[in-house]
């Protein structure tokens, strides 16, 4: 739903950049923030985030709401990314395997992925996931498209779902075999 100060997509969608740029520069200018926000994806100390996701306007009670902030705040401050990436979920998982999507290990891990059926499952899934990507791609995820597809997970699963697999299965070099 849309409040009626948000009449355009752009405001729509600027509260998951603002939230993105905000965590990156908390993290790069308050250690004990970034310390606070790593530990946000874990359900027994979550509790600690909680105070920078109220200061967004984060509903703290409402589940479907909190948990995509908490996952994608502790995904940057892991990371200690220093900006947005322009990588997609789908692929970051391929880029994690040396044979890319037609890696039997990405592929399985996409699998787990697209069978998530709430936002609790599906952030406990991108955990480890996040872990991995770190550990593995140079290049940094896209926040912020992340964040969008976190909370429209719960309203419209299959979509999402649909958007991780294109990522992956499709082709990651523009102008690749004639690609526009």
């Known amino acids: 739903m849309q409040s009626p100060d948000q009449g355009t997509k752009s405001a729509q969608s600027s509260r998951e950049e603002r939230f993105v740029a905000g965590i990156?520069?908390?993290c790069t200018?308050?250690?004990g923030a970034a310390a606070r926000l790593r530990r946000a994806d874990n359900p027994a100390t979550e509790y600690q985030s909680w105070e920078?996701?109220?200061g967004y306007g984060i509903d703290l009670e409402k589940e479907?709401?909190?948990l995509p902030y908490a996952c994608v705040?502790?995904?940057i401050a892991k990371s200690k990314a220093e900006r947005n990436g322009s990588l997609k979920l789908g692929q970051a998982i391929?880029?994690?395997y040396e044979n890319g999507n037609a890696s039997d290990q990405a592929k399985a891990r996409l699998r787990r992925l697209l069978?998530?059926?709430d936002v609790a499952e599906l952030c406990r899934i991108l955990r480890p996931l996040f872990s991995l990507i770190d550990s593995r791609v140079s290049q940094g995820l896209d926040y912020v498209r992340l964040l969008k597809q976190l909370r429209q997970f719960g309203f419209n699963a299959q979509q999402i779902k649909a958007q991780w697999a294109q990522e992956f299965y499709g082709r990651s070099e523009p102008g690749e075999e004639g690609q526009p």
């Open 24 to 26: 990156l520069n908390l």
């Open 29 to 31: 200018e308050n250690k």
């Open 52 to 54: 920078v996701l109220a």
């Open 64 to 66: 479907y709401e909190r």
């Open 73 to 75: 705040a502790a995904a």
């Open 94 to 96: 391929g880029a994690c």
């Open 115 to 117: 069978a998530c059926d």
